[in-house]
């Protein structure tokens, strides 16, 4: 992976502004690509920007709320005709509010949720293989990689709208692979399991004692931790460089192997940390 050069290339990363996004985006910077930085949080976003730039990378910040089908192709055709094209998508905005049950979900959050982690990906892959395509004389014209969750195969309680939107995504990864396979672009689909970001940390928060939650956290998982921003960065980057060139519609998991565990095994490990 040391060898991977993304110089001469582009890429536009949603939700770069904080947490898994902006890591993605300082990775593929650190390996010559330029990058559009897309958040609607301008503050955050423009850090991002500066963040890159300090490390002598290439970087402008697109104010994009990803849900906005007019506001995405706005954004995409303005940030692209300025740095000449689109090689790598990555669909990574999402939210996660707290939801409570089913039975009290309200229509506007459930809407709200479809609508930026579902729709959003939709809206940017359909604008963003626009230009992509634009490209001749080269074998792959693009690559989009989509942050889904584990929460699209395993759900968790009082997570109904989060956890369909990411089984969508994981749907949705799949059957754009096989549409933009003649095109010459390739598709593929990360599940993160928990990874130490501002969302994590409001997880946490959800509970007065969330020094204890942090900890059963941690001890369910088999690598006795909960992943960094820079793995899924780093998967990522593997996902959209040369060296996987043979993998489309493909979905992979990296949760520390928290999923491999049968059931009971998590159980047990979770009431020796509270005994403990």
Request: proline share 3%; net charge positive.
């Amino acid at each position: 992976m040391a060898n991977v050069n993304f110089s001469g290339k582009v890429a536009l990363i949603t939700g770069a502004g904080s947490g898994i996004g902006r890591s993605i985006a300082m990775k593929l910077a650190e390996r010559g690509a330029s990058i559009i930085v897309a958040d609607t949080n301008k503050k955050a976003g423009e850090q991002s920007v500066k963040i890159i730039s300090e490390n002598q990378g290439q970087a402008l910040f697109s104010k994009m709320d990803v849900s906005n089908s007019e506001q995405v192709h706005k954004e995409i055709s303005r940030a692209t005709s300025k740095l000449g094209r689109l090689d790598i998508l990555v669909n990574n905005a999402g939210i996660s509010p707290k939801y409570g049950s089913i039975m009290n979900v309200t229509e506007k959050a459930w809407d709200r949720t479809i609508d930026v982690n579902l729709k959003g990906a939709f809206l940017c892959s359909k604008y963003g293989i626009r230009e992509m395509i634009r490209k001749s004389g080269t074998e792959e014209k693009g690559v989009i990689v989509n942050i889904a969750s584990v929460d699209g195969f395993f759900a968790v309680t009082e997570d109904t709208p989060y956890c369909a939107s990411k089984g969508g995504m994981i749907a949705l990864t799949k059957a754009m692979a096989i549409d933009c396979a003649p095109l010459g672009i390739r598709v593929n689909c990360i599940c993160p399991g928990a990874i130490v970001t501002p969302l994590q940390e409001r997880i946490y928060k959800r509970n007065k004692k969330s020094h204890v939650i942090k900890k059963l956290y941690e001890r369910g998982y088999p690598l006795g931790r909960v992943g960094k921003p820079e793995e899924i960065a780093d998967l990522v980057s593997f996902l959209s460089s040369n060296e996987s060139s043979f993998i489309t519609g493909s979905i992979f998991i990296a949760d520390g192997g928290m999923h491999a565990q049968y059931g009971e095994v998590i159980l047990d490990k979770i009431a020796k940390g509270i005994l403990s």
